[in-house]
């Protein structure tokens, strides 16, 4: 829960470095940190090796349409991209539809590529950037069609276990979690993704909180997974970020899951807390007079509390609110700790 703003306090720092050490588990900041980490190693190889990036592409793709799932697919989810372009070729050409999201899902349809209204020697423009939109038509799979297979990117993925690290700042595993959410993929739908052996990693695998795979595709062999990593259920919303929130389809499914009484994410709850405090605080300005004189009896109330009548070291807060509490401590001989402005300091 540490926001940025809160990175600057020293001893929050300390305790930071002293959790890390003992090997608890580390904040978003620092997976975000891992992840990047992980992209630039896995780019750094292809860079190098990068006469044989395409070739070996096609080849793992390949190996998808070998899948026994593949073949007994009627609807399968391909990814955009150059990479995945003789895949989505093989699904027209195997006469199944094909689905593609939109560009940075800024619509909430998808676009459809059905075989059976294109002309068979159009296929191959018909996969490209421009010719998805010139041969396809959105659709919004809300309950309309199950997709049979959902193919997605990978930056890395886990040999072992299915883990894998999405590409595309997340937005494939959101759209995974939308189209769960509206029941057009569920636990059953295979997942696929087709890599090369350089982006194979076992390197902090239980970090990967993205969808996992429950088969690989490599251009020399398939990695199935007899006990598949779990995947989401439906949005994380508590993993939503703020260049997010213009996705049209996300916001509308909040709305429905706000209404249907589901959990709000962080961004939620920290509306909701800045709305009870104008709150309160208009209130306070109404009846202004009387605040500074309740304040006193409150803190007057305190004094009477058996813990406070016992306690050898009271810690209370800064400001004129609190002022006659902590002259009352003094008074009663006890030690009075106060925070330091802004936590600047690690004492207090």
């Given amino acids: 829960k540490i926001s ?43 860079k190098i090796d990068h006469e044989h ?62 075989p059976s209204k294109i002309v068979s020697g159009h296929y ?22 199950k997709i049979d297979l959902f193919v997605m990117n990978s930056v ?17 595993d959101l759209e995974y979690g939308m189209l769960r959410q509206m029941g057009a993929v569920d636990a059953e739908t295979p997942l696929v993704t087709a890599v090369r052996e350089l982006q194979l990693t076992e390197e902090e695998a239980a970090w990967c909180d993205d969808v996992p795979a429950d088969i690989i595709c490599l251009p020399t062999r398939t990695i199935r997974f007899e006990k598949a990593l779990d995947k989401a259920e439906g949005i994380k919303w508590d993993k939503i970020s703020m260049h997010k ?5 996300l916001r509308k499914l909040r709305t429905k899951a706000r209404a249907s009484g589901h959990h709000m994410e962080s961004r ?4 909701w807390k800045l709305a009870i405090h104008d709150n309160i605080d208009k209130r306070m300005k109404i009846d202004h007079e009387h605040v500074g004189k309740e304040y006193v009896v409150a803190s007057a ?25 902590r002259l009352a401590v003094l008074t009663a001989g006890k030690k009075l700790l106060v925070p330091q402005p802004e936590l600047k300091t690690p004492h207090m």
């Fill in 53 to 114: 990036v395409g070739k070996e592409y096609v080849v793992a793709s390949a190996m998808v349409e070998q899948l026994p799932e593949f073949e007994g697919a009627a609807w399968v989810r391909v990814p955009r991209g150059l990479a995945q372009h003789h895949l989505r070729l093989a699904v027209l050409t195997a006469g199944k539809k094909l689905l593609v999201p939109q560009p940075e899902l800024k619509t909430p349809h998808m676009l459809l590529l059905d």
């Fill in 245 to 249: 929130e213009s996705i049209q389809l």
């Fill in 4 to 46: 940025m703003h809160k990175e600057s306090i020293q001893l929050l720092r300390k305790l930071r470095t002293k959790a890390r050490a003992s090997g608890h588990h580390m904040e978003s900041r620092d997976r975000a940190a891992w992840k990047l980490a992980i992209h630039d190693n896995i780019d750094k190889r292809m």
């Fill in 268 to 271: 939620d709850r920290a509306a």
């Fill in 124 to 145: 191959a423009q018909a996969v490209t950037e421009g010719g998805m939109h010139k041969f396809g038509h959105p659709i919004l799979l809300d309950g309309k069609a």
């Fill in 156 to 172: 890395a993925v886990n040999p072992a276990t299915g883990a894998r690290l999405g590409s595309r700042g997340g937005l494939e």
């Fill in 301 to 325: 109330m305190v004094e009477q509390l058996p813990e406070f009548e016992g306690a050898a070291w009271v810690r209370v807060p800064r400001g004129l609110a609190q002022h006659h509490l």
